[in-house]
Structures are given as C-alpha cells and as structure tokens.
C-alpha cells in the first residue's frame, strides 16, 4: 500500500478509538452517578384506600350518568362525522400559472 493511505488508515483508526473511548467514559461516569444516587430517588408505593360501598356505589352512578348523556349527544348528532371536502380543482397549477406568466413578460403582449 502507499504511504498517503496507511496514514489515512491510521488517522481513521486514531478517530474511531478516540469516539468509543469517549463514549465508554461517558457510559462509566452515567453508572457511577447512578450507583451514587440509585437508592433516595426511587418513588416510594402509594397506598391504595379502599372503597367503601356508598363511594363505590356513588362511582357506579356518576359512571352510568355519564355514559347515557354520551349516549344522548351521540344519538341528537347527524350521521357519521365525515372529512372536510377537497377543494375544487384549479384549471392551472400555480407552476403553470408562473411559467406562462414568465413566457408572457419575455414576449410581450400578444395583440
């Protein structure tokens, strides 16, 4: 091989040693922080209440409520929602409005 590639090798090689040390210094430094700090960050379990049966009861009404005025709503609005509509299309695309814009200011008027 010729001196200018071997020495374009090394460079290359120099570049990607450089590149994954620094990414594996960046990942040891990530794990130190995280052993260091592991522990007193954890969110601790929230107890759950339990229910009594005229709170759950009062859940079940609000629950059903609920579900007959979507029902309601559903039923008092017309037919399925559709998209909104395309609009028309034009007779010209906006390039060919420009480009025959174009050709008219370099001919002149045509009468």
Do not use: Y
């Not at 071997?6 to 594996?24: H, K, R």
């Not at 859940?59 to 059903?64: F, I």
């Amino acid at each position: 091989m010729s001196e200018p590639l071997i020495t374009a090798l090394l460079i290359s090689l120099a570049g990607m040693g450089l590149v994954l040390g620094a990414i594996l210094l960046l990942w040891g430094v990530i794990a130190l922080l995280v052993a260091l700090s592991g522990q007193r960050d954890r969110p601790q379990a929230v107890p759950t209440e339990s229910f009594t049966d005229d709170t759950e009861m009062e859940l079940k009404q609000q629950a059903a409520a609920a579900a007959v005025a979507a029902a309601l709503t559903r039923e008092a609005q017309p037919g399925e929602p559709h998209e909104f509509p395309l609009p028309p299309t034009a007779l010209v695309s906006a390039w060919q409005a420009v480009m025959r814009s174009n050709i008219f200011n370099k001919r002149g008027s045509v009468r």
